[in-house]
């Protein structure tokens, strides 16, 4: 990412509707398709400024690794006791051994994401888990992913196949951020056949005014009431857990 989008992420993570409502859903797939484990040890891949590490604290004991040395620094500065290491994929990540390895808004990022995959999946134990989420539908490409470096998006048809090419048997893959879909497709349309109409806006995470903020956190949150339970048809976002073995 462009280091801008840092300094955004950093600014905004803990309170912005986006960020609090996607960690909500995350929160709840987690809490229902996670192996019993004692002990349980997580590692999460390309984890920023360490937005997800409270969350994920929930769940064990959390390690994170960066590829960004800016949001290294960061995430380290921010939680000194964590071992958060450098990494670069596919090749590159943290040795050792951990029961669940996270990549939330990753894969995308990647030019081999298939060999990426295995890559984390060989930091796992037979039966250990991937947890991924990435942006959803070629058709809803806009300014922000370009912003993002992204390289793709994907249906749910496209992550199911690198997960299992990767050799990860997929337990459960859903649409998510649905509620808000038909908003964001249509502005991603108008957007781009009236692109004088919308400027030359850097990203969609901006400051949002308060109350809208909390109607959208709230909106967006609400549907980890539905997912997890069972998989939703479409949404500006898709999440998958595979296993190893």
Partial sequence: MNP????????LEDRHWWFEGR????????QRHLLPRANRRLLDVGC?????????????EVDGA????????????????????????????????????TAFDVIEHLDDPIASLRTMRSRLPFDGQVVVTVPAFQFLWSKHDELNHHRRRYSRL???????TAGLRVTFCSYFNTLLFPAVAGARLLERFMPSR??????????????????????FGS??????????PFGVSLIAVAQHG
């Fill in 198 to 219: 919308f400027g030359q806006s850097e990203s969609d995470l901006e400051e949002t005014p308060g109350p809208v903020n909390r109607a959208l956190t709230t909106l």
């Fill in 23 to 30: 960690r909500r859903v995350i929160r709840e797939v987690l």
């Fill in 66 to 101: 960066e590829a960004s040395p800016d949001a290294l620094e960061r995430a380290r500065r921010k939680f000194p006791r964590r071992r958060i290491e450098s990494c670069s994929l596919p090749g590159q990540l943290p040795e050792g051994t951990w029961d669940v390895v």
């Fill in 223 to 232: 549907e980890r009431l539905a997912v997890g339970r069972t998989q939703l």
């Fill in 158 to 164: 496209d992550l199911v196949s690198q997960l299992s």
């Fill in 48 to 60: 920023g400024t360490g937005g997800m590490f409270p969350m994920l604290g929930q769940f064990g």
């Fill in 4 to 11: 801008e989008m840092y300094d955004a992420h950093d600014r």
